[in-house]
């Protein structure tokens, strides 16, 4: 894998800033950006600071256009089912808002899913009565499919939600056969695709969901505090929009009605980052050129190499389950708190993260685990970065 990637790997990484300062084994929390996302982020802030916010967003509407076209591009949809928000939690939880649920209904969801996402869930349940129901799992972890099957067969069951690659675990779940048993019983599908955008080639006809969630900041590689929502054309056909549409998403045409514009814009608000939103066109773009196939494929490589190395030493306890993984991979640091592990790594020049118990209550207390480091290789790493962590963790696992 390294040798024959090589060629590639090291323009990768020349364009790669961040390769120069860090071992950056963190792209599950924020990936690094290349050198022409950063150009796209800082050239529009300059000209704000030089020609004003507004006239600059003006001046770069060809250009916002094409960041809307290279984010759909890149999970096979169309520009006008592209809505742009802050990050994913926004994503989903305008998805979630569209939904008039009632103490009658019930969600559909997994054992895994994120924990912004359960707590949203939790809400609407303390909120509005609503029922939580989550279906079982297959032997070797995810969600079992036809579990999903028998609980939309209940009467009350208004949507399902299903996290694709869980934060908390190497976990990869089976969100396309969810996706045609919905699509079959005509029950509308929410995805949260914020760990794989960027390094799980997506087709959103594959998926047939109403709804899917996205980020900029991780394996897409794209600046943080920008992420988008994908909405189905049977959805905006339906009329399905947020509780709290505003200017962007409606217009107030009489004083006391509205009418919703046509297209995924009804779930923006009006307000946007215009730096933020051309840094994940381009990292769109870039991430097409890689090619999240092949980009992909050497991630989920490394972080198999990866597990690997971490069984091998004493003390380490690997935590991922499923009979397919992700590029994420977690471990158990005996006698060491992730969050202290994390500190020390980052001391070294080589950047993780932690996951804790309370990220994923369900998942981390049937592993028995209170805290797990967290390892998220990319494309532009190498095994030599993963051999300096891994040393780095026998070192510390070894006092």
Not at 24 to 37: D, F, R, S
Not at 303 to 315: F, H, I, N, W
Request: with cysteine.
């Amino acid at each position: 894998m390294e040798m024959f990637l090589d060629e590639r790997v090291a323009g990768w990484r020349a364009e790669t800033p961040g390769c120069a300062n860090r071992n950056h084994l963190n792209n599950a929390g924020a990936g690094l950006m290349p050198q022409p996302v950063l150009d796209a982020v800082l050239g529009h802030l300059r000209r704000e600071a030089d020609f004003g916010g507004y006239e600059s967003a003006d001046a770069a509407t060809e250009a916002i256009h094409q960041a809307y076209e290279n984010v759909a591009r890149l999970i096979g949809a169309q520009a006008r089912n592209i809505a742009v928000v802050e990050n994913a939690t926004v994503a989903y939880s305008q998805a979630l808002a569209a939904f008039d649920f009632s103490t009658l209904d019930a969600i559909v969801t997994t054992r895994n899913d994120y924990i912004s996402n359960q707590l949203m869930y939790l809400s609407l349940a303390r909120r509005f009565g609503v029922k939580i129901l989550r279906a079982r799992d297959l032997p070797g972890g995810g969600v079992d499919p036809e579990s999903v099957r028998e609980l939309i067969a209940k009467p009350e069951v208004r949507l399902v939600a299903v996290t694709w690659v869980p934060t908390n675990s190497g976990l990869i779940q089976p969100v396309e056969a969810v996706g045609e048993i919905c699509e079959a019983a005509g029950i509308p599908f929410l995805v949260d695709a914020c760990q794989a955008v960027g390094h799980i080639p997506i087709d959103i006809a594959r998926l047939h969901c109403d709804f899917l969630s996205g980020t900029a900041r991780k394996f897409l590689r794209g600046p943080r505090g920008i992420g988008f929502l994908y909405v189905s054309s049977r959805a905006l056909e339906r009329g399905l929009y947020p509780l709290l549409v505003d200017m962007q998403g409606a217009k107030w045409v009489e004083a006391d009605s509205f009418e919703l514009v046509d297209d995924a814009r009804r779930f923006e608000n009006w307000e946007f980052a215009y730096a933020l939103v051309l840094g994940m066109g381009e990292a769109a773009r870039y991430a097409s050129a890689v090619g999240v196939a092949e980009g992909g494929r050497r991630a989920r490589e490394l972080a198999a190499y990866t597990r690997a190395k971490l069984s091998e030493v004493p003390g380490l306890r690997v935590l991922d389950r499923g009979s397919s993984l992700a590029a994420i991979v977690t471990v158990e640091v005996k006698g060491h708190p992730a969050g202290e592990v994390v500190a020390e790594l980052r001391q070294r020049g080589i950047n993780t993260s932690a996951s804790l118990r309370d990220y994923a209550v369900i998942d981390m207390d049937e592993k028995r685990a209170v805290s797990a480091l967290r390892i998220s290789p990319h494309y532009y790493n190498t095994q030599s970065e993963v051999d300096a962590a891994v040393v780095a963790l026998a070192e510390i696992v070894g006092r």
